[in-house]
């Protein structure tokens, strides 16, 4: 898509995802949502691993403090990654005490109906599963090791914005990660072997 300026020159929109992101800073809604489609997977992969079903609940209040909050932050795509993950940790951490507080009853098998997709392929159940069963592994880890593994391989963050979501030093993190891995290849050849 081209914008056009007022003067009728072609105004190419910005593809560099921090030329995004500081687009989506200053009002533009397409660059936005490039940036949200950027960031929302892995976040809700992440999402997932610490309050399961829940995920796609705690996503939606996590992008709706970042929209909120979103002229407060300065800095660079990574950083963002790195404050939606800080963000989404926070409200899934204030989710599970609520559920603590307070458990849901699960309704009865009339919910069931609402489940089935008319766009349900194999090959989206395949990855489903493959995907499905990856996180599962990721959550029976330790949890400073799965969420350490959550944030440097599915969210991507680097170990330093990791440390500053988990509260903990980059080295930690690495290690910790570095464990979970370790363990994770276990499991698989176990498994597998």
Do not use: N
């Not at 009002?27 to 949502?33: E, I, L, Y």
């Not at 796609?56 to 970042?66: I, M, R």
Request: hydrophobic share 45%; proline share 5%.
């Amino acid at each position: 898509m081209v914008v056009t300026s007022r003067r009728s020159s072609p105004i190419e929109p910005p593809t560099e995802p921090d030329d995004l992101l500081a687009a989506a800073l200053a009002g533009d809604d397409d660059a936005f949502r490039a940036v949200y489609r950027l960031v929302h997977p892995g976040l809700l992969r992440y999402l997932h691993v610490l309050v399961g079903a829940d995920a796609d609940d705690v996503a939606s209040e996590t992008w709706l403090q970042v929209c909120r909050d979103l002229p407060s932050f300065t800095g660079d795509l990574a950083g963002f990654r790195a404050w939606c993950a800080t963000v989404g940790r926070h409200r899934a951490l204030d989710h599970l005490r609520r559920v603590r507080r307070r458990p849901e009853t699960v309704p009865g098998e009339t919910h069931l109906a609402t489940l089935a997709d008319a766009a349900d392929t194999a090959g989206a159940a395949t990855d489903a599963v493959a995907t499905e069963r990856a996180l599962a592994l990721i959550a029976t880890l330790p949890r400073d090791q799965a969420e350490a593994v959550l944030l440097r391989v599915v969210v991507g963050l680097d170990a330093i914005s990791a440390g500053r979501v988990l509260g903990k030093r980059a080295g930690a993190v690495r290690t910790a990660a570095y464990r979970g891995l370790r363990r994770l290849a276990e499991l698989l050849e176990r498994h597998d072997g």
